[in-house]
């Protein structure tokens, strides 16, 4: 049997016995593993193995006995649902849900030690979302790209899984920068460069031996946006998110220790590494305002919004 501490902060939990169910997240994908009897817990029920998401320093665990992790749940599925009662198209609707999803994950990578942070920034990024325009296929698709792009960047810099980044893990950033800058999201598509650049300079068990991945996502979020004639998508609420958010910089500019562990468990979330994962969330943000692209980005810009006011909020309750 899988073991583990069950906390809210941790989202590592155990497994009730051979016929528990887990739920693997690496947005926004959700992959289902079965704990097995035996030597063999990382297999994936119906017999698939699922080695690749259990050594992948990009798939967190998603277990809906916890609350926050409920409440994500039917974020996702509810402002989906809310969208395509208010007459939104199914793939709108999905990016609505997908986007909210996001904001909430993002959080959680940004301020590991509250998760009333990520419950805050779903509900909020779901409602700016259904005053948004309503988005074509095309915008949807490259609204979500943008949003997973953000939150696996910032999930490798923080390294809040407790593992390094594997070569498949770094191919799927270089391949997430290249899907981002191919649908017009020029600003998104950096972040993974930049993510795996600054993950490299650490001195911890998490850095990446060799830089050279750093270059290669650089180059491949930059070459699409050199050659694409993309226009910049409009935004409204949005962009008044991403004002906050880049009004709210002070607030995340300092760095605070961190008391969460990772999600092997061997480890704390390093202080030093969500405080560069706060500086890439606002550079990333700063960019998409200037090439107009915040609407791709509102669930990054709620996410850092909330974690600035989650430290003011502290912040006055010591004072």
Do not use: Y
Request: aromatic letters at 4%.
């Amino acid at each position: 049997m899988l073991t583990g501490k069950c906390t809210e902060k941790r989202h590592r939990f155990p497994l009730p016995g051979p016929e528990g169910l887990a739920a693997r997240a690496s947005f926004p994908n959700i992959v289902l593993s079965r704990a097995l009897p035996g030597p063999q817990p990382g297999r994936i029920a119906w017999g698939m193995t699922a080695s690749v998401f259990l050594s992948s320093a990009l798939a967190r665990t998603l277990d809906l006995r916890v609350p926050s992790n409920r409440w994500a749940a039917a974020g996702l599925l509810g402002g989906a649902a809310l969208a395509r009662l208010g007459g939104r198209s199914w793939v709108s609707s999905a990016s609505t849900g997908l986007s909210a999803f996001a904001a909430w994950a993002t959080a959680r990578e940004l301020d590991p030690d509250h998760p009333m942070t990520a419950n805050a920034a779903l509900p909020v990024t779901l409602a700016l979302a259904l005053l948004e325009k309503e988005e074509n296929t095309a915008q949807a698709a490259g609204n979500i790209l943008a949003a997973l792009v953000a939150l696996s960047s910032a999930r490798i810099l923080t390294a809040s899984v407790g593992r390094v980044p594997s070569a498949t893990d770094q191919a799927a950033l270089a391949a997430q920068a290249v899907m981002g800058a191919a649908a017009g999201q020029h600003a998104a598509a950096l972040l993974p460069g930049a993510s795996l650049a600054l993950s490299a300079q650490q001195n911890d068990e998490f850095a990446l031996k060799e830089s050279w991945s750093a270059a290669a996502a650089l180059i491949a979020g930059l070459l699409p946006a050199l050659l694409s004639t993309h226009a910049p998508g409009k935004a409204g609420m949005a962009e008044l998110a991403t004002a906050g958010a880049l009004l709210a910089a002070p607030q995340l500019l300092e760095r605070r220790a961190v008391s969460s562990e990772t999600d092997a468990g061997h480890s704390t979330i390093s202080s030093e590494r969500v405080h560069l994962s706060h500086l890439l969330a606002l550079g990333g943000l700063a960019l998409g305002g200037v090439l107009g692209q915040s609407r791709a980005q509102l669930p990054l810009a709620v996410a850092t919004l909330a974690t600035a006011v989650m430290r003011r909020g502290e912040a006055q309750a010591r004072s």
